[in-house]
């Protein structure tokens, strides 16, 4: 069955960084667009960041661009989030996801995405 898990999460630092893996089974990863998302209690998932199947294009939310970088390895089935200059509001819980999605891809939409991971914890705090 198809299975996402997440690790990389932790506590760190204002200003650090921290690169969250996405390891995927159970389907043909190299056809499935991967997005990051993350959650708050009380607050809507919201979308971070997706990286195409087909060309790797990516997408991001707007308080996220230019600090994170989602990236894929087809040969190791693993998706990469890499988050630099972490801020406190970036503190959630983040979730990797996959649909079969041709072309570009979207985060405006979590309907879209069909399988989920548990999620990882990121904490960003002095």
């Known amino acids: 069955q198809v299975q996402l898990v997440e690790s990389g999460g932790g506590l760190v630092q204002p200003g650090g960084s921290l690169r969250l893996s996405c390891a995927a089974s159970g389907f043909t990863f190299e056809h499935y667009a991967i997005a990051w998302f993350r959650q708050v209690p009380g607050k809507e998932r919201e979308g971070v960041s997706c990286i195409s199947s087909s060309d790797s294009s990516t997408s991001y939310g707007d308080s996220v661009k230019g600090r994170f970088t989602i990236s894929r390895d087809n040969a190791k089935n693993t998706a990469y989030l890499q988050m630099n200059s972490l801020k406190s509001e970036d503190t959630a819980v983040y979730y990797c996801?996959?649909?079969?999605?041709?072309?570009?891809?979207?985060?405006?939409?979590?309907?879209?995405?069909?399988?989920w991971g548990q999620g990882t914890q990121v904490t960003v705090s002095s």
């Open positions: 996801a996959t649909a079969r999605i041709g072309g570009l891809c979207y985060i405006s939409d979590v309907n879209e995405y069909d399988y």
